[in-house]
């Protein structure tokens, strides 16, 4: 089939598309690879190969169904692996060693056997379980911290909102990425007919909480921590629920090359 020259001269005048450049290749670590991010997590970084090796913390012994990809099993008091409550305390955890770490608190869903077999970590146990990475070699902490949405003070969102995340940055990584992600409102049980009626008739006030906070898939949270562990520089970055938001309308790279100064 012939080729139209002018065709030819269109598609080279044409720009090219940003291509980001490849992260020094090197271990990641997840923790609390379960629910949609958990899963958009693990597809997107550990299916690029940009990493040499990934490792996953599990709860249970699990069969490691992707390349590249290890499962490491939590210690537990019993030896028997049966609940993360039954865990023994992470100051007691053998090192492992990491290169990146990324830890993401979104529960695992209930229809996929998978994920139950894997450690979800507790919000409370950030602290503990950053020292932990810290003592394994992490350079580039990314922590993806869900919030209720509406439930947070301005002056919060675009800075550390807890003495937790304080002590997080002040154990010496070279990067820090913090992303809170709205969550989406958990599903209440109403005991009686009254509770039903004042739960719907509350309902209203999801209307008003504003569009910038509501949730964002999941796969574009992971495109997000994708593209901020290439671009981040050396330092403590923290993105805003609406900066979350925005990056997933549609210039997920712009927002992110503005928002790290990249």
Do not use: C
Request: hydrophobic share 45%; net charge positive; no cysteine.
């Amino acid at each position: 089939m012939p080729v139209d020259p002018l065709q030819v001269l269109r598609a080279a005048q044409r720009p090219m598309p940003t291509v980001l450049s490849a992260a020094p290749l090197g271990t990641l670590l997840i923790a609390g690879a379960t629910g949609a991010l958990g899963n958009e997590l693990v597809r997107r970084l550990a299916g690029s190969h940009r990493y040499a090796h990934t490792r996953v913390l599990a709860r249970e012994p699990m069969r490691d169904g992707l390349r590249g990809v290890e499962t490491v099993l939590v210690p537990t008091t019993t030896g028997a692996l049966e609940s993360s409550s039954k865990a023994l305390p992470i100051a007691e955890w053998p090192r492992v060693s990491a290169d990146t770490a990324i830890v993401a608190f979104d529960p695992p869903r209930l229809y996929h056997d998978r994920e139950r077999a894997l450690w979800l970590p507790d919000p409370a146990q950030l602290p503990d379980l950053a020292r932990w990475l810290r003592a394994g070699g992490v350079t580039t902490l990314v922590i993806v911290q869900p919030h209720t949405q509406g439930g947070m003070p301005e002056a919060l969102k675009r800075g550390l909102a807890s003495l937790d995340e304080q002590a997080v940055v002040a154990l010496g990584f070279d990067r820090v990425i913090l992303l809170r992600s709205a969550q989406k409102p958990t599903a209440l049980k109403h005991a009686n007919t009254g509770e039903k009626l004042a739960a719907w008739m509350l309902s209203i006030t999801r209307l008003m909480v504003p569009s910038s906070e509501q949730p964002v898939r999941a796969s574009k949270v992971a495109e997000l921590v994708d593209v901020a562990l290439v671009l981040a520089p050396p330092g403590v970055h923290i993105a805003a629920p609406e900066l979350v938001w925005r990056a997933s309308q549609g210039d997920l790279r712009g927002v992110a090359r503005s928002w790290l100064g990249a």
